[in-house]
């Protein structure tokens, strides 16, 4: 049988005015599904369950969970920090949402996907936290908010020998595209760096004792 696979949507609680207005709305770029498609899974987009055992009923009728990237960003206060820098702040219910379920697929040994946002939210669910703004707190930085088509590679990375990362992509270094402004600052005691840009920002995570749980910052 194909893989099941659950996708966390954004969500616009009614005060968005370019994704539904004020009603409130679940969206999500097709993307995502397409590629879960062509690689032979059923996707499935998340309803943002509020309720605690219907996140896990969710999570139990899966075979993997894909968690995607947003444009606004998680609360500091999650990660134990004050706001120090002006941007969007992610709705409250997509943030716990994609918190508790990435608890919840790490304890169960759920087979994860992190993509952008879906990598700072997994760090910052197992117990790690953020560069709250990449120009402000990083010297000399990249230009990880890429003018270009954010489908473009942008900047190269270094990928860490013996990691899952290096297996699955069989190349030391490879260019990759860049859309953020945040990054992992303190890695989740559970996961390591598997990937790092030449400005110390890092690009991917992963658990070394989970069966698939790798993070892309791309």
């Not at 999500?28 to 899974?41: N, Q, S």
């Not at 996707?43 to 139990?60: F, H, K, Q």
């Not at 899966?62 to 990660?79: E, M, R, V």
Request: charged residues 25%; contains cysteine; hydrophobic residues 40%.
């Amino acid at each position: 049988m194909k893989p099941l696979i659950g996708v966390t949507p954004d969500f616009n609680a009614g005060d968005r005015k370019e994704w539904g207005g004020r009603e409130a709305t679940f969206f999500l770029r097709a993307r995502y599904i397409r590629a879960i498609e062509d690689l032979g899974g059923v996707p499935v987009i998340l309803p943002l369950a509020e309720d605690r055992s219907d996140r896990r009923r969710l999570l139990n009728d899966l075979d993997g969970l894909l968690l995607t990237g947003s444009g606004p960003d998680l609360a500091p206060s999650l990660y134990g920090e004050r706001r120090r820098y002006k941007f969007r702040v992610m709705s409250r219910r997509r943030a716990d949402f994609e918190l508790d379920v990435a608890r919840m697929a790490a304890a169960s040994r759920l087979p994860v996907l992190g993509i952008c946002g879906g990598m700072q939210a997994m760090n910052v669910a197992l117990g790690g936290s953020l560069i709250q703004d990449i120009p402000a707190q990083v010297d000399s930085p990249l230009p990880h908010r890429q003018k270009a088509s954010a489908t473009e590679s942008s900047h190269a990375v270094d990928v860490a020998p013996h990691s899952l990362l290096r297996r699955i992509l069989g190349q030391a270094r490879i260019r990759v595209n860049s859309s953020h402004h945040q990054s992992v600052k303190r890695v989740a005691p559970s996961l390591v760096a598997s990937a790092v840009a030449s400005d110390g920002v890092l690009e991917a995570l992963e658990s070394p004792k989970h069966r698939f749980l790798p993070a892309l910052q791309w």
